[in-house]
């Protein structure tokens, strides 16, 4: 059996911006977040953590990877 390589769109601790509102979340288009968990199985997926200017965590969930961007330096 040939296992197949299959890259992730994002890595761990990337820096993304959501490119949609979250309103259950409380989060607007345009928040940045941080890449915490990466999944593959089923589909390829982002657990993501917003946080408040003092560090305190204001939202983690998973976001389907249509509705990020990487922000880039």
């Given at each position: ?5 299959y890259e ?8 993304v911006r ?51 961007e990487e922000?880039?330096?």
């Amino acid at each position: 059996m040939v296992k197949e390589s299959y890259e992730m769109k994002f890595l761990e601790l990337a820096v993304v911006r959501v490119l949609k509102d979250f309103p259950n979340e409380g989060i607007s288009k345009g928040e940045m977040g941080t890449v915490v968990l990466t999944f593959s199985v089923p589909y390829e997926a982002y657990e993501v953590e917003f946080c408040y200017s003092d560090g305190r965590t204001k939202a983690l969930f998973t976001i389907n990877p249509l509705h990020l961007e990487e922000v880039t330096k």
